[in-house]
């Protein structure tokens, strides 16, 4: 992977609706040597989907939520069905496992209380042993932007 290719990947997740024509363009190469990169980069992993980003708010998802969830489940069979279980439930946009106090943390999306209350009872009957609920109350920062094309500095 050279610097045109970080280039092609940091213009796409910017702006995913580019069209090769264009990106060739503002890459100064040619559209079929900008298409078989892009190809490549697909084909390598680099990209995993192309998608559109929809406004939560503007859909009626008013309630943000991020769920830490514990679990005493063990054994690797069981936890593959809850986590495919997890993965199949709409209102979960994101999950992860994580090490310390809790086993996974869920990022949820619901119109209302109301739903946000029959998600956690459909947690509840997955064998959940304790779960904790924060809403966000305001959004400071969402981005999906990878800093690929950022110069490093290193902390202080």
């Known amino acids: 992977m050279d610097d045109v290719d970080i280039q092609i990947l940091d213009a796409l997740q910017k702006e995913a609706q580019l069209s090769n024509v264009e990106l060739a363009r503002r ?9 078989a990169r892009v190809k490549r980069l697909a084909g390598n992993g680099f990209i995993d989907r192309q998608v559109a ?19 005493n489940i063990h054994q690797a069979e069981k ?9 199949s439930m709409p209102e979960v946009l994101e999950c992860y496992c994580l090490t310390g106090d809790y086993d996974y943390l869920l990022k949820v999306a619901n119109k209302d209380r ?23 109350l305001r959004e400071i920062k969402y981005s999906t932007v990878l800093p690929i094309n950022e110069p490093h500095h290193p902390y202080d």
């Open 27 to 35: 890459l100064n190469l040619s559209p079929p040597a900008t298409h």
């Open 53 to 71: 980003i929809l406004n939560r708010e503007k859909l009626g998802f008013d309630l943000l939520c991020f769920i830490f969830v514990s679990t």
């Open 79 to 87: 936890l593959e069905v809850l986590e495919k279980e997890l993965k």
């Open 114 to 136: 109301k739903e946000l209350e029959a998600f956690i009872r459909k947690l509840n009957r997955l064998g959940i042993t304790r779960i904790q609920t924060s809403l966000a």
